[in-house]
């Protein structure tokens, strides 16, 4: 509410102006509107509203010119003039407000605005432009043109002002149409009085003008200028108005017409216009509150049932249908709350009886440790999942027992800090098993640059649940079951985004936009109607939000966001490494070296690659080592972890593993203050490379082809690298002297004259020069018999 106090006080001053004799009215009605329209201008500035503002200071000056037009005669013509331009302004800008907000319901309803606008149209010719004109005041093109102009625009606000202020839902705006609407009414008399009388007064016409502004003041009031509601045709609030209105002009017209009453000037005109718009404004401002009270219980009905039903029924108020349909679905609520106990209890026996089989899986763990890593994942996974579901639901059921049903209880106590893209992976490895007998529906997790080691506190079941159903559903929707899902993972600002899209058969518009509420399923023979409600109210929970966008026959996104949480202290962020450092990879599985010699190629570092703890054990240490260590071998039974703490290198290690989520190897890595990166990011970890400040950066390298050379000087020079170039091997010889045994050497693999690089890089390793790479074109696997010789491609590797 904006000070109101000063409103309602200065209301009632205005309002006690009708005891003030017709004589003193250019002494004190014509100062008190100049005083209402400063004290609008004042609180108009606080909404900001750029066209209003200017309309309400059009309004101030058009006033204060008016009451030095009929206080300094003798400055008569100049004070009109710049009085009615100023009311051109005014009006101006009232249209262009008006339309700026309500341009939606104007063009919608312009039927009814051109019939009232034709209306309005004849009474001013007829009433005030033609008069004025054969009365040769002002006889000038500027106040003929002005005049026109400002009587169109007028009327034009006026017939706005009906059909906007009797379908209102907002204080603001009902006390400002109407205010507006009778400063129209008064306008008409104004103009006539001014430009035709000159010296006489037709009646009421400056008390129209003066409660016009009040009402328009007492808007300010109110907040809620922003609420652009409108109320149906059929609402109790438009028909009420028009109920009285319409019968009190047919009442006026059947007067007229049996000659109870002429309209043989304005005088008489201005009379009837008065005392139409009285019972008008009496009538609009009682339904608009009688509506409010019909809302408030409509809205009461809206929070004990949250399904909209469509019924068909045909009721005489668009209220009484809504209240039919909040009854209706009420019921239907409850109907569905029956069925939800019911699953409950089927979910609880499902629990309970697949408590043995499982037993049996989990004994069968041990027997399973020959198998590739890849399927000894997707076996322990599954049964972890299967462990979990059975124990959620028997913790429901438990808890829906002895409280009475609610689906969306606000349980928080399972929330954990989880690695999202780990619970996507192990979902999406599922699927892909789960729908294999389809092979032309492609599923797909996209993880980008930015979805490194994005973590949220959310129950990790109803997550992979929810990601679950979501791919389901995308299935489902795949015609001829053929086409693609894709499942990408990012993050913006604090948020986890996770994106689920397909190209299936899309959602129509009308189902589309209820999606998500209880109970209510779409394109699914036996759906209960639980899928969606139940993965938007769980992600709520998490303060997060579910938006379904669709497109018929293009496809479906399912958009999820929920808040990011702190990374825990035992995941690996990032990776420092630098010049000097030594890279030991100890893996049995090939994939994971082959990643690691990607990742870390570019860089120019030794890298050493392990497969099993004995190698380990071989090996001999030096000081600037960094261990990348799997915590499971197969054959062996000590694991990474053991390795570590055995050969004392717990402090320069990383374990890569997807046991990460153990809880007892988080607490021997935590004990330990051991990082662990997860298997499936080893290829998104971030790599912190630090030049040794020490030192020049020097690259050499021998090759015979130009362009090859010419790409590596451009890419050397934007990192900032000296790069040294021999186009033959005699030339790289003449100057070996000069260069440092710490150097990289890059060599091609076939040079001049039929002169090998390996055979080069031999005589180099034998003459102490420790960083020699091949640099060709041919696959690695050919010089595998060198083992000691690292091989790259073409590409600059800086």
């Keep these: 509410m904006r000070s109101k106090t000063i409103i309602i006080s200065l ?13 003193y009215w250019n002494y004190a009605i014509l100062p008190l509107e100049v005083f209402i329209d400063f004290f609008i201008l004042f609180f108009s500035f606080k909404i900001k509203k750029a066209y209003w503002n200017i309309a309400i200071i059009g309004l101030l000056i058009g006033d204060t010119f008016y009451f030095l037009n009929h206080n300094f005669p003798d400055q008569n013509n100049t004070f009109f003039t710049i009085s009615e331009f100023s009311f051109s302004i005014y009006i101006t800008f009232i249209f262009a407000y008006l339309w700026k907000n309500f341009k939606f319901i104007i063009k919608k309803e312009l039927l009814y605005i051109i019939l009232i606008l034709s209306i309005n149209i004849f009474i001013s010719w007829h009433f005030v432009i033609s008069p004025y004109i054969n009365s040769g005041n002002y006889a000038s093109i500027f106040f003929y043109l002005n005049s026109i102009f400002y009587r169109l625009l007028e009327a034009m606000v006026l017939s706005i002002s009906v059909i906007l202020s009797i ?16 400063l129209s009414i008064s306008s008409i008399a104004l103009g006539y009085n001014s430009g035709v009388l000159v010296d006489k007064y037709v009646p009421l016409h400056e008390y129209g003008w003066l409660l016009g502004l009040l009402l328009i003041l007492l808007g300010q009031i109110f907040d809620d200028e922003n609420n652009l509601s409108i109320a149906k045709w059929k609402s109790i609030r438009v028909q009420l108005v028009w109920i009285i209105f319409v019968s009190n002009c047919l009442f006026t017209i059947f007067l007229y017409l049996f000659g109870l009453f002429s309209l043989k000037d304005t005088f008489q005109f201005t009379f009837l216009l008065f005392g139409i718009y009285g019972l008008w404004f009496i009538s609009n401002t009682m339904s608009f509150y009688i509506f409010k009270n019909v809302k408030s219980i409509l809205e009461n009905i809206e929070k004990q049932s949250k399904l909209t039903v469509d019924i068909k029924i045909k009721l005489p108020f668009s209220e009484l249908q809504e209240f039919a349909k909040k009854l209706h679905s009420a019921y239907k609520t409850i109907e569905t709350q029956n069925k939800f106990i019911a699953i409950s209890e089927v979910s609880a026996q499902v629990a309970h009886d697949i408590r043995s089989p499982l037993a049996a899986l989990d004994s069968s763990l041990n027997d399973i440790s020959q198998l590739p890593e890849e399927k000894r994942i997707i076996i322990r996974n599954a049964i972890n999942r299967i462990r979990d579901i059975a124990n959620n639901l028997l913790e429901k059921y438990r808890y829906n027992s002895k409280e009475k049903f609610d689906f969306d ?26 729908y294999k007998t389809k092979p032309q529906i492609n599923i797909d997790f996209e993880l980008t640059n930015n979805s490194y080691g994005l973590f949220s506190n959310i129950e990790p079941i109803e997550f992979k649940r929810i990601i679950s159903n979501l791919v389901n559903n995308s299935v489902e929707a795949m015609p001829d079951d053929k086409g693609n899902i894709k499942i990408i993972l990012l993050s913006e600002n604090e948020y986890v985004i996770v994106k689920v899209k397909d190209d299936g058969r899309g ?31 769980t992600i709520e929970k998490w ?20 808040p990011k949480a702190e990374t825990p202290s035992w995941f690996c962020e990032k990776i420092n490494i630098n010049s000097k450092t030594k890279i030991i990879v100890i893996d049995d599985d090939e994939t994971i070296h082959n990643i690691w010699e990607d ?27 960094l261990y990348l260590i799997d915590y499971e071998f197969k054959g062996y039974r000590e694991n990474g972890l053991d390795l570590m703490e055995e050969l004392n290198i717990s402090n320069k290690s990383i374990l890569v593993t997807s046991h990460f989520e153990e809880e007892g190897i988080i607490g021997r890595c935590r004990k330990l203050n051991i990082k662990i990166i997860p298997k499936l990011l080893s290829g998104f970890v971030p790599v912190i490379f630090t030049e040794d400040e020490n030192k020049v950066k020097e690259v050499v390298l021998i090759d015979d082809d130009e362009l090859v050379l010419m790409n590596w000087q451009i890419s050397a020079k934007k990192k900032g690298i000296k790069l040294i170039k021999y186009k033959n091997s005699k030339d790289f010889y003449k100057d070996i002297d000069k260069i440092d045994k710490e150097t990289p050497i890059y060599i091609d693999s076939e040079l001049e004259e039929g002169i090998k690089g390996e055979e080069i890089a031999k005589d180099l390793r034998e003459k102490g020069f420790k960083k020699i790479i091949l640099e060709t074109g041919y696959s690695p696997e050919r010089f595998k018999d060198i083992s000691w010789l690292k091989v790259t491609g073409k590409e600059p590797p800086f």
Excluded: A, M
């Design 507 to 537: 959602i129509p518009p009308e189902i589309l936009s209820r999606l998500g509420e209880k109970g209510l399923t779409f394109n699914k023979k036996d759906g209960s109607g639980l899928g969606l409600y139940h993965s938007k109210t």
């Design 543 to 562: 303060s997060g939000k579910l938006e379904i966008k669709s497109q018929i026959n293009k496809g479906t996104g399912v958009i999820i966001k929920i």
């Design 599 to 625: 990742r870390f190629k570019k860089y120019n570092i030794e890298i050493i690659h392990l497969y099993n703890p004995d190698d380990l054990k071989h090996y001999r240490e030096t000081e600037k080592e």
């Design 409 to 434: 209880n606000n349980q928080t106590k399972n929330l954990k800090t989880c690695l999202i893209s780990t619970l996507i992976d192990q979902v999406i490895t599922e699927k892909r098993l789960q």
């Design 167 to 182: 379908r209102t839902y907002s204080n603001y705006w009902l006390y400002i149409l109407q205010g507006l609407f009778l």
């Design 11 to 23: 209301f009632f001053l205005g309002i006690s102006s009708i005891f003030i004799p017709k004589s």
